[in-house]
């Protein structure tokens, strides 16, 4: 395995475990990113979102479970999506409503890059 396998694993491994610290430390923010479909609490599906990235940071740190945690990550970051959907169909003000959307197409890499330390591994 390559040094920039490792790395960009690293880097990847180092985002989920970032946005884990954030959904865990105030899953309050979080709250409003989350449909009103989905059943039970909002904050324990943020709190279990934080839970998921912290797993798949854990996963494709190491070697030996990089190729799982890769799969994992990709397969979190589409299914986050609808909750990034909801976040712009929701947005209270014209310029929450931009970031949002503009947040919207950032999903694509972060799949391919879970996908590609994946396939790497």
Known sequence: MSSDTDRTALGLSALL?????????APHVFDAALPDWLPGRKRDWAVG????????????????????????AAALFVAVFPGNLHMAAEARSPRARA?????????????WWGWRVGRRA
């Not at 475990?17 to 430390?25: F, K, M, N, P």
């Not at 947040?103 to 799949?111: A, C, E, F």
């Open 17 to 25: 475990g970032t946005a884990a610290v954030a959904h865990l430390a």
């Open 49 to 72: 979102s934080g839970f998921a990235e912290l797993a798949c940071a854990a996963l494709v740190a190491h070697p030996r479970s990089r190729r799982a945690g890769g799969y994992a």
């Open 99 to 111: 970031v949002t959307l503009l947040r919207l197409p950032l999903q694509v890499p972060l799949v």
